[in-house]
């Protein structure tokens, strides 16, 4: 009897340890993630590796629950292209195209930003992992992180791997190494808080390229409000005759 207690608790263990990852990646979300159902106008500016500025564009985004999301570009190069998620099913939309196209999460936007980047603002229904331990939160200011390491759970999300550093005691997230399947580390995130002592809100992503050009992408959330689209507006095939969306 005793040595089945013993071998029961390590299994105890790393299940309350699961449970302790899972709590700290909800409260993380709800940093992005403000309601279940969101519009967030959203701008991407990319610098160049000397800081000049290289390219802006802006997106609507309506993030939607059950991993639901409908990506709209509105600056004058994209105008009229969508973007809808399904779960791990992506389809880019053309004006006056008749099909939509499968792309994957991993689709550049612009600069660095990949459509899985401004897509899919929730980690805890995606990724699982341990609480590797407390360390400091460089590059910020603040002393002192959790380190959580991540693994994706499902086939459709544009990183396998996350190694995430959030702040204490509120779980906000402060930065992020970013790996694609092959376990290569594509990008480093860092995140911008709309306040540095009391966070409620992630006001910017900056994503930092690892692996070709070095350039950097801001990822801006101008603005979000909890709104639910029409269930129409999740159908691709409804959204190839290029309705207007209003």
């Known amino acids: 009897m005793k040595r089945t207690f013993l071998l029961i608790l390590p299994l105890l263990a790393a299940h309350a340890m699961a449970q302790d990852v899972a709590s700290i990646l909800k409260a993380t979300d709800q940093f992005r993630m403000t309601a279940d159902n969101l519009q967030v106008d959203t701008q991407i500016n990319v610098l160049n590796a000397d800081g000049t500025p290289d390219k802006e564009r802006r997106y609507t985004v309506f993030a939607q629950a059950k991993r639901q999301s409908l990506v709209v570009m509105q600056s004058p190069a994209e105008k009229g292209q969508k973007v809808l998620m399904l779960g791990d099913d992506f389809w880019l939309l053309m004006p006056g195209s008749q099909r939509p196209l499968r792309i994957t999460p991993m689709q550049k936007l612009l600069g660095d930003a990949s459509i899985g980047d401004i897509a899919t603002m929730s980690w805890v229904d995606d990724y699982a992992g341990k609480l590797v331990g407390e360390e400091p939160c460089e590059p910020t200011a603040k002393p002192s992180c959790l380190h959580l390491s991540l ?96």
Do not use: C
Request: positive net charge.
């Open 151 to 246: 693994n994706a759970t499902r086939k459709g999300v544009t990183y396998q791997r996350i190694e995430l550093w959030v702040g204490k005691p509120r779980f906000e997230p402060v930065r992020a190494d970013l790996y694609v399947l092959s376990d290569k580390l594509a990008k480093q995130a860092t995140f911008v808080m709309d306040q540095p002592t009391a966070p409620t809100t992630v006001l910017e992503m900056v994503l930092f390229d690892q692996v070709s050009n070095h350039k950097t992408t801001h990822v801006r959330y101008l603005s979000r409000k909890a709104r639910k689209v029409p269930a129409e507006w999740l159908n691709p095939m409804f959204l190839v005759r290029n309705p207007a969306l209003d």
